[in-house]
């Protein structure tokens, strides 16, 4: 439950929050929404192109692995 509370709102609300620099980046550009949507597209505008968006999505998976991991290891026995 308290997973859902936190990406709900991270895929939801979060985008819309980060405002867009004078270059055209935003830091709305480096969630994983906004990755993926970048390597669907026949012809990438955001920061990296393609490659950038699976750079960033290896990034958040590597994150979430990386935190069920120190969770498991903590609550394990």
Do not use: N
């Not at 620099?21 to 390597?39: E, K, M, V």
């Amino acid at each position: 439950m308290g997973a859902l509370c936190v990406l709900v709102p991270l895929f939801l609300l979060v985008p819309f929050i980060f405002p867009t620099a004078t270059d055209g980046t935003s830091l709305a550009d480096f969630l994983p929404d906004h990755a993926g949507r970048q390597l669907m597209l026949q012809e990438p505008t955001g920061p990296g192109g393609a490659w950038g968006g699976a750079a960033v999505l290896t990034a958040w998976a590597a994150a979430a692995i990386l935190a069920g991991w120190l969770a498991l290891r903590k609550r394990d026995a």
